[in-house]
């Protein structure tokens, strides 16, 4: 995201101010006040927890989506699977996750787990956080065995390797919706939305492990 927003800037179509946390924590911030003009989500529901409360102008449009992973450190010995194995397989190693009260990742997270049924053996195990980025801080610096992070998360490390993906049905689809926040500002926010669309911009969210619809140069 920042480095579409300084592409928007440096092309003269306006200077992006960007605020970065977790879906839940940036979903509270505007129910209570807090200045803002685009709202994008890690997930569905806390987007359409501020529709319903009346503070999103339209519908939400969505930008791109994502893949679920458990990751591990690049140098643990131990490989990792989905299965009746990874309980065992963890031991007394810690797995981080975000807290899957309000972390988009960590929802996904313990949905994909209960449809594996592996939570229960898992949940003594894990390590809530207040966000995704905390979970992959953690297993790259070897204070957990394990993490469950969105592939784009593990795109960026090179402390980190990818044990194994969830299945695309193991969880709700990964979509990042984008909304205008009622009482904008500026027309800018409904502009920038535009360009997060347009496909100089897909290339790199793709470049950076995210999926999307992505159709031209570079693509």
């Keep these: 995201?920042?480095?579409?927003?300084?592409?928007?800037?440096?092309?003269?179509?306006?200077?992006?101010?960007?605020?970065?946390?977790?879906?839940g924590v940036l979903a509270r911030q505007i129910a209570n006040g807090a200045p803002a003009d685009l709202f994008v989500s890690a997930n569905t529901r806390w987007m359409d927890w501020l529709v319903a409360r009346g503070l999103i102008d339209g519908s939400p449009a969505p930008l791109f989506g994502n893949r679920l992973v458990v990751i591990q450190p690049v140098d643990a010995?131990?490989?990792?699977?989905?299965?009746?194995?990874?309980?065992?397989r963890l031991g007394d190693g810690r797995l981080a996750i975000g807290d899957p009260a309000h972390v988009p990742a960590g929802i996904y997270a313990k949905e994909a787990l209960e449809?594996?049924?592996?939570?229960?053996?898992?949940?003594?195990?894990?390590?809530?956080?207040?966000?995704?980025?905390?979970?992959?801080?953690?297993?790259?610096?070897?204070?957990?065995?394990?993490?469950?992070?969105?592939?784009?998360?593990?795109?960026?490390?090179?402390?980190?390797?990818?044990?194994?993906?969830?299945?695309?049905?193991?969880?709700?689809?990964?979509?990042?919706?984008?909304?205008?926040?009622?009482?904008?500002?500026?027309?800018?926010?409904?502009?920038?939305?535009?360009?997060?669309?347009?496909?100089?911009a897909q290339v790199v969210f793709r470049r950076h492990g995210f999926a999307v619809d992505c159709r031209g140069p570079g693509c």
């Design 77 to 88: 010995r131990e490989t990792l699977a989905l299965d009746d194995s990874l309980p065992a």
């Design 115 to 200: 449809s594996l049924r592996l939570w229960r053996q898992l949940e003594h195990s894990a390590v809530f956080l207040p966000n995704v980025r905390a979970a992959l801080l953690l297993v790259e610096r070897g204070e957990a065995a394990a993490g469950i992070v969105y592939a784009s998360d593990a795109a960026i490390s090179g402390k980190v390797r990818v044990a194994a993906t969830f299945p695309p049905e193991s969880h709700a689809p990964i979509v990042y919706p984008a909304g205008i926040v009622a009482d904008a500002r500026t027309d800018g926010a409904r502009a920038f939305r535009r360009y997060l669309r347009w496909p100089e």
């Design 1 to 23: 995201m920042s480095e579409v927003a300084a592409r928007h800037e440096a092309e003269g179509l306006g200077e992006i101010r960007l605020v970065f946390a977790s879906s």
